[in-house]
T-cell receptor, first 111, second 111 residues
């Protein structure tokens, strides 16, 4: 069973708008990570947030983590057409579990 | 740039053939993973390894097998390919609790 689930499954916005994606998970974690995947390619790591952190920034990306609700959000500010991709959250469990992924959010940014 | 490589990039084979998908990384990572992903869908963990001589089955039942004789090499083998094995296979590696690096994937079609 998948550890993480993303919401929404698909998101379409105009260039310049902000995009927010949410991720929920089920069990305790060491950290939560967000990845990006362009069509037909491998995944690229975007940002990692540890279980004792609540917010992290990287360029136009902002990630929050609420361990009490077992949820995380990824905000992309001032989106660009080049941000069009699928975004996945992944959790690294604290029982030596392997990295498990959610279903992803497919983001389309219209120029 | 991630130093993890998958070959072949694309493969079309007939039903019943034996195939091996190659994955190599030069980062010295202990953890390695194989994921199966249908186009536009979620990633399913099919095999993982904690290190040399360690292999485990993932969440998704798979008829494939893996081996980990060397740290840098984690090949996946299908003894008898079937059309239901048609999918994209993604290999990844990571340090103990850090970001995962993905290969470009092997797109397998079984006819």
């Amino acid at each position: 069973s998948q550890q993480g689930e993303e919401d929404p499954q698909a998101l379409s916005i105009q260039e310049g708008e902000n995009a927010t994606m949410n991720c929920s998970y089920k069990t305790s974690i060491n950290n939560l990570q967000w990845y990006r995947q362009n069509s037909g390619r491998g995944l690229v790591h975007l940002i990692l947030i540890r279980s004792n952190e609540r917010e992290k920034h990287s360029g136009r990306l902002r990630v929050t983590l609420d361990t009490s609700k077992k949820s995380s959000s990824l905000l992309i500010t001032a989106s660009r057409a080049a941000d069009t991709a699928s975004y996945f959250c992944a959790t690294d469990g604290n029982a030596g579990n392997m990295l498990t992924f959610g279903g992803g959010t497919r983001l389309m940014v219209k120029p | 740039e991630a130093d993890i490589y998958q070959t072949p990039r694309y493969l079309v084979i007939g039903t019943g053939k034996k195939i091996t998908l190659e994955c190599s990384q030069t980062m010295g990572h202990d953890k390695m993973y194989w994921y199966q992903q249908d186009p536009g869908m979620e990633l399913h963990l099919i095999h993982y390894s904690y290190g040399v001589n360690s292999t485990e089955k993932g969440d998704l039942s798979s008829e494939s097998t893996v081996s980990r004789i060397r740290t840098e090499h984690f090949p996946l083998t299908l003894e008898s390919a079937r059309p239901s094995h048609t999918s994209q296979y993604l290999c990844a590696s990571s340090e103990q609790a850090g970001e995962a690096f993905f290969g470009q994937g092997t797109r397998l079609t079984v006819v």
